[in-house]
């Protein structure tokens, strides 16, 4: 069946530092991606998405990359701060309206 | 402003016992969801509707039921037949059905057994 998986189930940085956390998925028909943001006892946030026809996708501190030919998705942070720990997931859309979600990516920014 | 309200925040079942998990939204979204998030794991889909007086079983519907009887509420109640509901319930919402977009998530209602 159809999969979505990250590649570290944790990540620590130095506060400053960029992170980049990866994702990986297996159907290649795939033509939406996106980043939640997930802080403890709550709800995931939307962070940033990408649509299968660009590669990259900018936001305010976060960059998206997409790469179709090997079914990876990456975001990364610049300059990380506190506030950014949490858990991080990618979740992949395919023409309908159901999302997959991989398994998340816990950032931990140390000071 | 505009959301996904769960409720309550924290539930306790005991044995035997149906419980129902409240989520309502004010986005006026077509499409709505529901989660179950264990330990370490990602997001596994129970029900979803996909329009008012709709629904469909996801991935994990066994021992759970749902309604929409309204565009703004999808309440979920897990029976006492799901063997394993101790688990975080997130529900989410989305503005349609049609072709991929985000969906809205709610805080989350965090059931344990008594």
């Known amino acids: 069946g159809e999969s979505v998986g990250l590649h570290l189930p944790t990540l620590s940085v130095q506060e400053g530092d960029n992170s980049i956390i990866n994702c990986a998925y297996s159907?290649?028909?795939?033509?939406?991606f996106i980043w939640y943001k997930q802080e403890s006892g709550k709800g995931p946030q939307f962070i940033i998405d990408?649509?299968?026809?660009?590669d990259k996708r900018q936001g305010q501190r976060v960059t998206v990359l997409l790469n179709k030919t090997v079914k990876h998705l990456s975001l990364q942070i610049a300059a990380t701060q506190p506030g950014d720990s949490a858990v991080y997931f990618c979740?992949?859309?395919?023409?309908?309206?159901?999302?997959?979600f991989g398994q998340g990516t816990e950032l931990s920014v140390k000071p | 402003d505009g959301g996904i309200t769960q409720s309550p925040k924290y539930l306790f079942r005991k044995e035997g016992q149906n419980v129902t998990l409240s989520c309502e939204q004010n986005l006026n979204h077509d499409a709505m969801y529901w989660y179950r998030q264990d330990p370490g794991q990602g997001l596994r889909l129970i029900y979803y509707?996909?329009?008012?007086?709709?629904?469909q079983k996801g991935d994990i519907a066994e021992g759970y039921s749902v309604s929409r009887e309204k565009k703004e509420s999808f309440p979920l109640t897990v029976t006492s037949a799901q063997k394993n509901p101790t688990a975080f319930y997130l529900c989410?919402?989305?503005?349609?059905?049609?072709?991929?977009?985000?969906?809205?998530f709610g805080d989350g209602t965090r059931l344990s057994i008594l």
């Open positions: 159907n290649s028909a795939s033509d939406y």
């Open positions: 979740a992949v859309g395919n023409q309908g309206g159901k999302l997959i």
């Open positions: 989410a919402s989305s503005i349609d059905w049609h072709g991929s977009k985000s969906q809205h």
């Open positions: 990408i649509r299968s026809n660009m």
């Open positions: 509707s996909q329009i008012v007086n709709d629904f």
